[in-house]
Every structure is written in structure tokens, then in C-alpha cells.
């Protein structure tokens, strides 16, 4: 139903589908000004992690917990950051003695693996999906490493982290987060955007009447169908150039026409 109700949105539109946004740089996300705090915490974590263990210990968790709804961005939000701070994918080509940082997905075959070589390295690790125990984090042989791992931390290198992701619990498969998890964590939460933050979002695609008209659709589109979330506002709005103007939705309908910026 989501992946219908883009391409109707699409083709009333006029404008071709793009393919799915690459991180850029922060100052080029789609953040509203509201959660900008969220960077600047991540960051400060993250600068942290750099200084001996011996200075910082008692004052930082070394595993951040975003937690936030689906299609937020939140996987985008930390992708960004470490690239923003000149982290390189431990898969991509990076120069000599730069920083890396790992990923680990549903698909990834060895958590404990990829986590042992980051903190012997000093890289960063992240991790989506934190909370579905059937991923790759899922189990009690990955909670007792981790413990091992965090309480010694004779085998972490300083710049060690992990940067990990989680939906609100309640949705599907998501647990609710441990008093273990809470415990050695940083815990944090991606706050749902509010009609004002959508508006702030739109108004950098779109005339201010049009983003109006563009975000009051959004919230109809999602109460007629709760497959519609965040994810879907900004791939439908992302495309718009900010050269279209005059924009109508109604009924599920748009009208776009080019005009001056």
C-alpha cells in the first residue's frame, strides 16, 4: 500500500521517481531545527570515545541507543554523523590511518565478530534493528560478550562505539529495551516530528502554501493507512525541484506545474 500510494503520488505529480537519497552532509538533512540537539550529543559521545579509557570511563557509555519511530531516520541521522566527522565505511575505499566504522544489519552472520575487530581497532560499529532478538545481535552468547567486553574493556581500543538504532517497542518484533540495555547505554530518543517540524521540512522543497497543502495530505494519507510513515513523506517529497510551484493535493490528487522560484 505504501509503495502504491508514492507511485500514485509520483505520477499526479509529474515527476520522475529518484532513486533513494544517499547520506549526505548534516547541514544537507532533513532535520528540523527542533531535534538539531540530537547531533551535537552523538557527537560529543563520539569525541569522547577518542581520549584513553582511563580519562573518560566514568563519564561515557560507550554503546548509544537511538531509539524512534519507523522511517524516522535515524539509521540516516548516524550514517550522516560519521561521515560528517570523516568516518569511512570499513567496506569502501579509505585513506591511509582514517577512521572506519562497521555496519551491522539483520543479514550480518557474525556480530560478535564484527565488534571484537572494531574495539581491537578503535573503529565505530553500527548497528540497526537493536531491539529484534531474532537478528544479529539476538541472543544470550552475544548479551554475555558484550557484558564481558564492556565491564574488562581490556581489548578496546580508545575510539571504540557503537552507534545503534532500535524502532519504539510495540511495533512489530521490537522488544522493549532491557534494564541492562538502559543500563550501558546512552539512551536517546528520535521524537516524532510534529506538524510544525513537517512544515519546516516542506517549506525547504516547496512554496509555504504548498507545503501546507503537502503535509496536511500526508497526515490524511497516513490516518487512511498506517503502512504510510515518515520514510514515505520524505521520498515523495525529496524529488520535488524547489522550481515546481503551485501545487494542489486534494482527495489524494496533485497538480504540479513548473513556475518561477
Same mark, same amino acid.
Given at each position: 500500500?505504501?509503495?502504491?500510494?508514492?507511485?500514485?503520488?509520483?505520477? +499526479?505529480?509529474?515527476?520522475?521517481? $529518484?532513486?533513494?537519497?544517499?547520506?549526505?552532509?548534516?547541514?544537507?538533512? &532533513?532535520?528540523? %531545527?527542533?531535534?538539531?540537539? =540530537?547531533? #551535537?550529543?552523538?557527537? @560529543?559521545?563520539?569525541? =569522547? /570515545?577518542?581520549?584513553? !579509557?582511563?580519562?573518560?570511563?566514568?563519564?561515557?557509555?560507550?554503546?548509544?541507543?537511538?531509539?524512534? %519511530?519507523?522511517?524516522?531516520?535515524?539509521?540516516?541521522?548516524?550514517?550522516?554523523?560519521?561521515?560528517?566527522?570523516?568516518?569511512?565505511?570499513?567496506?569502501? /575505499?579509505?585513506?591511509?590511518?582514517?577512521?572506519?566504522?562497521?555496519?551491522?544489519?539483520?543479514? %550480518?552472520?557474525?556480530?560478535?565478530?564484527?565488534?571484537?575487530?572494531?574495539?581491537?581497532?578503535?573503529?565505530?560499529?553500527?548497528? &540497526? @534493528?537493536?531491539?529484534? %532478538?531474532?537478528? *544479529?545481535?539476538?541472543?544470550?552468547?552475544?548479551?554475555?560478550?558484550?557484558?564481558?567486553?564492556?565491564?574488562?574493556?581490556?581489548?578496546?581500543?580508545?575510539?571504540?562505539?557503537?552507534? *545503534?538504532?532500535?524502532?519504539? #517497542?510495540?511495533? =512489530?518484533?521490537?522488544?522493549?529495551?532491557?534494564?541492562?540495555? =538502559?543500563? !550501558?547505554?546512552?539512551?536517546? +530518543?528520535?521524537?516524532?516530528?510534529?506538524?510544525?517540524?513537517?512544515?519546516?521540512?516542506?517549506?525547504?522543497?516547496?512554496?509555504?502554501?504548498?507545503? $501546507?497543502?503537502?503535509?496536511?495530505?500526508?497526515?490524511?494519507?497516513? *490516518? /487512511?493507512?498506517?503502512?504510510?510513515?515518515?520514510?514515505?513523506?520524505? @521520498?515523495?517529497?525529496?524529488?520535488?525541484?524547489?522550481?515546481? $510551484? @503551485?501545487?494542489?493535493?486534494?482527495?489524494?490528487? /496533485?497538480?504540479?506545474?513548473?513556475? #518561477?522560484?
Amino acid at each position: 500500500q505504501r509503495a502504491k500510494f508514492i507511485t500514485e503520488i509520483y505520477t +499526479t505529480m509529474g515527476v520522475a521517481r $529518484r532513486e533513494a537519497r544517499g547520506v549526505g552532509e548534516i547541514k544537507d538533512l &532533513d532535520i528540523p %531545527s527542533s531535534h538539531q540537539s =540530537l547531533i #551535537a550529543v552523538i557527537k @560529543e559521545d563520539l569525541a =569522547l /570515545a577518542q581520549e584513553p !579509557r582511563g580519562l573518560v570511563e566514568s563519564k561515557i557509555k560507550l554503546i548509544v541507543l537511538l531509539e524512534g %519511530s519507523s522511517g524516522i531516520g535515524k539509521s540516516t541521522l548516524l550514517r550522516a554523523i560519521l561521515k560528517d566527522a570523516n568516518y569511512y565505511l570499513s567496506s569502501a /575505499a579509505a585513506p591511509v590511518n582514517s577512521k572506519i566504522y562497521y555496519e551491522i544489519t539483520g543479514k %550480518s552472520k557474525d556480530a560478535i565478530a564484527i565488534i571484537k575487530q572494531a574495539a581491537a581497532e578503535g573503529a565505530v560499529v553500527v548497528i &540497526d @534493528e537493536w531491539n529484534v %532478538s531474532e537478528g *544479529a545481535r539476538g541472543g544470550k552468547r552475544f548479551e554475555e560478550f558484550l557484558n564481558t567486553l564492556l565491564d574488562q574493556a581490556t581489548d578496546i581500543k580508545p575510539g571504540f562505539m557503537i552507534l *545503534a538504532s532500535q524502532n519504539s #517497542a510495540g511495533d =512489530l518484533g521490537r522488544s522493549s529495551s532491557s534494564k541492562a540495555d =538502559l543500563n !550501558r547505554t546512552h539512551f536517546l +530518543t528520535y521524537n516524532d516530528y510534529s506538524e510544525k517540524d513537517l512544515l519546516e521540512i516542506a517549506n525547504r522543497y516547496l512554496d509555504s502554501a504548498s507545503a $501546507r497543502i503537502f503535509v496536511k495530505d500526508f497526515y490524511a494519507a497516513r *490516518a /487512511a493507512n498506517p503502512a504510510i510513515n515518515y520514510r514515505t513523506f520524505f @521520498e515523495t517529497l525529496a524529488p520535488q525541484p524547489k522550481s515546481m $510551484r @503551485e501545487t494542489k493535493l486534494g482527495g489524494g490528487a /496533485a497538480v504540479l506545474t513548473s513556475g #518561477a522560484p
